[in-house]
């Protein structure tokens, strides 16, 4: 008999195709200790092609090195496997190896043995996990061609079905019953992806949780640095104002003891105690002080008045509106606010209705109308303003201006809180933020385009109802 190889060099010196396995064939793995079965299953099934694709024969000699190939090329998809080799049950003992040790469920095993009478088939199948048993003798070209195609063909199901359960697994992570690919039914696919579902709803559920959190804890960090400002120099300068008073107090205290006879005395004494207690400088640095503490007590004011919109509870207020009185009402308050040469037009379908809270959503679309005139500086500017179904549960507003547009680099802050780009002290920065804290709360969307130094497109998508 031939030399037998007696180590993993074989896998790349007894492949079809030559070389090292091809990872466009079918792996099929030849255990036999009869070097003539290798030479013949190499000579009849080297024209053979499934989809197209080839064999590479991978040989082995025993069950151990059937195992040690198995090990190291898990892709495998056929395993033909004699039975009687370095005992007269390797065959099987390695059938078991393979199924428990390896936990290799994929790979079609088909048992090859030239004594049939003493394995007999039907005790065989019932007790060893393989894919199918023939007698070597059996086994003509036509019958091998068969048998190698019926094991590619359940591999390649078999394979396909472990992807979509590991797929699934990896979609649901609390999953705990996981299914072997051979015995997944029609039915059990089922429970799993209505499993899957549920998941994602509940990890949609959560997402949605954690950007409420998320953006709750941006707007406080906001609103904690824009109050931070201004409370800190109110604290800075009532240090400053409360040694002023210290110093009018103590120089009060004096003149109440002074003894002056005349009015040049008395003069003189104001005179002294001027310079004494720096009265020249510290009224007029007191004032700018007080202005300073206006001004920082109004931006806190302005901020608490734009988040007590957030803070009204529009549960009881909810009621029918049309978008035609709706956006007359908006454009009437407004009216002292728009630009001489700037020209409004709106075209609102007049049956057009949703149930919303009017005071809220009249807010938001005020915000928005009120960006656009702020940003308008053109002699011939327009603001158009338009409404109209999108279906039968959702209305369309569309506000559109030839203003001064959004810088590419500005549209991913517009709605950050405290975020703009008006002069100082002009604006909260709360505005489109707020915009859109209402729009979501009707559960609605709110579209942007713009293009710098041409035009702003704002679409406002709501339901009818809510």
């Known amino acids: 008999m031939t030399e037998k190889t007696t180590s993993l060099d074989f896998l790349s010196s007894n492949q079809i195709g030559n070389g090292t396995p091809d990872p466009e064939r079918w792996q099929v793995l030849v255990v036999d200790d009869d070097e003539q ?52 049950d390797a065959g099987l003992l390695c059938v078991q190896q393979i199924r428990e040790v390896l936990k290799n469920d994929t790979v079609q095993i088909v048992l090859r043995t030239g004594q049939a009478g003493d394995v007999p088939e039907q005790l065989v199948m019932q007790q060893y996990d393989i894919n199918d048993y023939k007698c070597k003798t059996d086994l003509t070209k036509d019958k091998l ?46 429970l799993d992806l209505e499993g899957a579902l549920r998941e994602i709803e ?34 800075s300068n009532m240090e400053f104002i409360k040694t002023y008073f210290e110093r009018w107090f103590q120089m009060w205290k004096n003149l109440q003891q002074a003894q002056v006879n005349s ?132 209305v369309i507003i569309t506000i559109k201006d030839n203003g001064q547009g959004i810088a590419p680099e500005n549209k991913n802050k517009i709605f950050d809180p405290f975020y703009t780009t008006k002069p100082i002290g002009s604006g909260t920065g709360l505005g489109l933020c707020l915009a859109l804290a209402i729009i979501k709360s009707h559960f609605g969307t709110i579209d942007i385009d713009s293009k710098l130094g041409e035009y702003t497109h704002v679409s406002i998508t709501l339901p009818v109802g809510l």
């Open 202 to 235: 509940r990890q949609q559920f959560s997402l949605v949780q954690a950007e409420k959190l998320a953006s709750l804890g941006q707007l406080a960090a906001g609103v904690a640095h824009e109050f931070n400002n201004p409370l800190g120099f109110l604290f």
């Open 145 to 190: 061609f068969t048998t190698v195609t019926s094991s590619l063909r359940a591999f390649e199901h078999v394979s396909k079905l472990k992807r979509v359960t590991r797929d699934l697994q990896e979609l649901n992570l609390t999953l705990e019953h996981k299914v072997t690919e051979r015995t997944v039914q029609l039915e059990q696919t089922n």
């Open 263 to 394: 009015p040049d005395e008395f003069a003189l004494l104001l005179q002294t105690m001027e310079k004494q207690f720096q009265l020249d400088w510290v009224f007029c640095d007191a004032k700018d002080m007080l202005e300073d503490i206006d001004t920082g007590l109004k931006r806190i004011q302005a901020i608490v008045k734009d988040l007590s919109v957030l803070t009204a509870d529009g549960s009881k207020q909810r009621q029918v509106v049309h978008i035609e009185q709706l956006i007359d009402t908006v454009l009437d308050r407004l009216s002292p606010m728009i630009p001489d040469a700037c020209s409004v037009e709106y075209e609102v379908n007049e049956v057009s209705a949703i149930e919303c809270v009017n005071c809220q959503l009249g807010t938001a679309l005020m915000i928005i109308l009120k960006n656009a005139f702020d940003f308008i500086d053109k002699p011939h500017s327009l603001v158009k303003i338009s409404s109209y179904d999108l279906d039968e549960d959702h």
């Open 37 to 88: 079965v290798h030479l013949l299953s190499k000579l009849v099934l080297k024209g053979y092609s499934y989809h197209g694709h080839g064999l590479s024969l991978i040989h082995a000699y025993s069950a151990k090195e059937a195992l040690e190939v198995l090990s190291a090329t898990p892709q495998i998809a056929l395993v033909l496997l004699d039975v009687v080799m370095e005992t007269t």
